[in-house]
């Protein structure tokens, strides 16, 4: 599960949605697939936002260019904002109340309301069960194309990593996961966890 390549800088917080790769996040996508070509066959999903469709896109054209066996398998919602509750102006204008790491800190403790964004512990299940179902239901390898929430979201619940204390996560940084003796290994660079599949089902 990594976030997008590169993007334009965003101006205000209402048009984030809208905001699309740069030049050279394209040819980072790009040449990311030519490096997990070796990892073929692979499917890659996506968020539905336009930048995450265009990450998906460099990154088969790049695996293409090596190994045919690839295909961009569409968008999962659950790799967007499927934890936003509220509408997306009332987000914008939180943001832009807070600021954005304080408004991840309010998130992440559970200091706003959850009819604008739910749960942190909610949220991180929704995500980790992306992953859950790609590696129980299929061989192939998958690439999840999402946003820098995401993954957040994910290093904070399962790691305790606060992006405080190390920033937030770099275009096309992410988590990877395997599955083995009924547990996922979840990798975020240097930290390791291994999770009981059975822990993950309610």
Not at 99 to 124: Q, Y
Not at 146 to 171: A, K, S, V
Not at 181 to 196: F, Q, T, V
Request: aromatic share 8%; glycine share 6%.
């Amino acid at each position: 599960m990594v976030r997008h390549a590169e993007r334009h800088p965003i101006g205000k917080m209402i048009n984030a949605l809208e905001v699309e790769l740069t030049d050279h996040g394209k040819v980072e996508a790009y040449t990311l697939g030519q490096t997990l070509a070796r990892f073929c066959p692979i499917e890659i999903f996506h968020s539905p936002v336009p930048r995450c469709k265009q990450t998906a896109e460099g990154i088969y054209n790049g695996i293409q260019s090596i190994d045919t066996r690839a295909n961009v398998s569409g968008y999962l919602l659950e790799l967007g904002g499927p934890y936003i509750t509220g509408d997306w102006n009332s987000i914008a204008a939180a943001i832009e109340q807070h600021g954005h790491s304080k408004f991840l800190r309010k998130w992440f403790d559970n200091e706003l309301p959850s009819s604008l964004i739910m749960p942190l512990p909610k949220a991180a299940h929704i995500q980790i069960n992306i992953l859950v179902t790609q590696l129980t239901s299929s061989t192939l390898s998958s690439v999840n194309i999402t946003h820098d929430w995401n993954i957040m979201i994910l290093r904070e619940h399962y790691f305790n990593l606060r992006h405080e204390d190390i920033g937030d996560p770099d275009f096309l940084d992410g988590i990877h996961a395997t599955l083995s003796d009924g547990k996922i290994s979840l990798k975020y660079h240097e930290h390791e966890i291994k999770i009981p599949l059975s822990e993950l089902s309610s």
